[in-house]
């Protein structure tokens, strides 16, 4: 079955029909992690979830294996398991505007009363991703994808962004930049807010890098809070290969308190 579905795919990235793929649910299996991979999935539209258990591979096939015979849910090549690595593209995608970013009052009230919190990029890349994935029962975020990650933020594609308390760091997100859009893989957050206004700040640096917006990958409420709204996909894959920003993420250290307006 899975070679019968690689020769339907052509075995490429440019072969997957990521606009007529189904809303919901995965739109490929397979593949690698490797920063080569990751980088053609983000310019397609595409982020990773890898499975980091063999209980959640066998999970995904039972869940799919349907999809995949049917052909709606492509495979591609380079791993025996290929249910290890689910490729998603969410229908509509959350988008934050970075022009429409904003802050709920408590959280702007917040920043006003701690002024020694401040905000660095790209200051610890690698920290800010292992921090993503401390204490989650999902640990989509695998020693692979942590690799390929790390790879992508030394070649320039992947960015982080720090909260700091004096010395401590409190809170922080990353992802991977493609043209005027940031798609923000994780956050975390040691101190309560550090995260949304990790999120915020990202927002405002990558609006001075001439960025349009930030995609969040999954909707809710916390996002919905920060200004992200639910965008077609069409439109987003729009987004992804249109106007680039060719402005480097600025990555000086700046009080937090400043995106309280």
Not at 38 to 57: C, I, K, M, N
Not at 189 to 215: E, H, I, P
Request: proline share 7%; charged share 25%; hydrophobic share 40%.
């Amino acid at each position: 079955m899975y070679i019968h579905t690689l020769a339907r795919t052509g075995g490429s990235w440019e072969s997957l029909d990521v606009l007529g793929a189904p809303a919901d649910g995965p739109v490929a299996f397979g593949g690698d992690l490797g920063p080569q991979s990751l980088l053609a999935a983000y310019r397609r539209g595409l982020y990773p979830f890898p499975a980091a258990t063999e209980e959640q591979r066998i999970v995904n096939e039972l869940l799919h294996e349907a999809d995949v015979a049917a052909g709606a849910v492509k495979v591609l090549p380079g791993r025996e398991e290929p249910f290890s690595i689910a490729w998603c593209s969410p229908d509509p995608r959350p988008v934050i505007p970075v022009r429409e970013a904003r802050l709920q009052r408590s959280l702007r009230r917040q920043l006003r009363r701690t002024p020694e919190w401040t905000t660095t990029a790209d200051m610890c890349f690698e920290r800010v991703v292992r921090q993503c994935r401390t204490g989650r029962s999902e640990q989509w975020l695998t020693d692979d994808l942590l690799r390929g990650l790390c790879v992508l933020h030394e070649l320039g594609h992947a960015h982080s962004v720090e909260v700091w308390e004096g010395d401590e760091l409190v809170g922080g997100t990353f992802g991977v930049r493609v043209g005027a859009v940031f798609s923000a893989d994780s956050q975390f957050t040691v101190r309560s807010g550090a995260g949304k206004t990790a999120v915020a700040d990202l927002t405002r640096r990558f609006a001075a890098a001439g960025g349009l917006a930030v995609d969040v990958q999954r909707d809710g409420d916390h996002v919905r809070l920060l200004g992200a709204r639910p965008v077609p996909r069409a439109r987003y894959l729009a987004l992804l290969t249109g106007r680039r920003a060719t402005r480097p993420l600025p990555t000086e250290r700046l009080p937090a308190r400043r995106l309280a307006g």
